[in-house]
């Protein structure tokens, strides 16, 4: 990726970030659309075959997160 992992998990005033099982996920803050959709596009364009990217969208067709999994550590549901 472009830009490092680490840097997009410290958090921003547009998002926050909660750990999930396999990855993390980075979660809109109120009053930062425009903000939280420009790292959503950034995070997508700069991904590469190291990581899962997935946005999520909330009932109103918003993506107000996105779970971004690294591909080098083992899953949870791999044998």
Same mark, same amino acid.
Request: proline letters at 8%.
């Given at each position: 990726?472009?830009?490092?992992?680490?840097?997009?998990? @410290?958090?921003?005033? #547009?998002?926050?970030?909660l750990? *999930?099982? %396999?990855? =993390?996920?980075?979660?809109?803050?109120?009053?930062?659309?425009?903000?939280? @959709?420009?790292?959503? #596009?950034e995070?997508i364009?700069? *991904?590469? %075959?190291? =990581?899962?990217?997935?946005?999520?969208?909330?009932?109103?067709?918003?993506?107000?997160?996105?779970?971004?999994?690294?591909?080098?550590?083992?899953?949870?549901?791999?044998?």
């Amino acid at each position: 990726m472009a830009f490092h992992l680490d840097s997009l998990l @410290e958090g921003s005033p #547009a998002y926050g970030v909660l750990d *999930a099982k %396999d990855g =993390v996920v980075l979660f809109r803050r109120p009053g930062k659309e425009k903000v939280f @959709e420009q790292v959503v #596009a950034e995070v997508i364009d700069a *991904a590469d %075959d190291r =990581v899962t990217v997935i946005p999520l969208s909330n009932d109103r067709n918003e993506c107000d997160r996105l779970f971004i999994a690294p591909l080098e550590e083992p899953r949870s549901f791999d044998p």
